[in-house]
């Protein structure tokens, strides 16, 4: 059988005055260790144009999985709460949406 491939994308803007302190951690933090969870292949991270249309968050992350996004989503959830994913309050919790596409 043929593993699902799935993209998940997720966009965020930081806490207000902490853009900085937001993409040290993201970049830094967040991403290796989002990375390094089971199922993921890959991860990018784009910031959003200034030229072009104006959108709610000003981050999104692009990442490949092999598989179904909710068996990441809770090994994300696993490793937050046994302390070896450090989550940041430099990222605006309200700003966070996401969603799961696979291939067709």
């Given at each position: 059988?043929?593993?699902?491939?799935?993209?998940?994308?997720?966009?965020?803007?930081p806490a207000e005055g902490r853009e900085d302190e937001y993409n040290e951690w993201y970049d830094?933090?967040?991403?290796?260790e989002f990375l390094a969870l089971p199922g993921v292949v890959s991860g990018?991270?784009?910031?959003?144009?200034?030229?072009?249309?104006?959108?709610?968050?000003?981050y999104t992350a692009v990442?490949?999985?092999?598989?179904?996004a909710s068996g990441v989503l809770k090994?994300?959830?696993?490793?937050?709460k046994d302390g070896s994913m450090h989550m940041s309050s430099a990222l605006d919790p309200a700003s966070i949406s996401m969603s799961a596409w696979e291939e067709i």
């Open positions: 059988m043929v593993s699902q491939k799935t993209t998940l994308i997720v966009f965020t803007s830094n933090t967040h991403l290796p990018k991270r784009y910031r959003l144009s200034p030229g072009g249309p104006k959108a709610r968050q000003s990442y490949e999985l092999d598989g179904p090994a994300m959830d696993a490793a937050i």
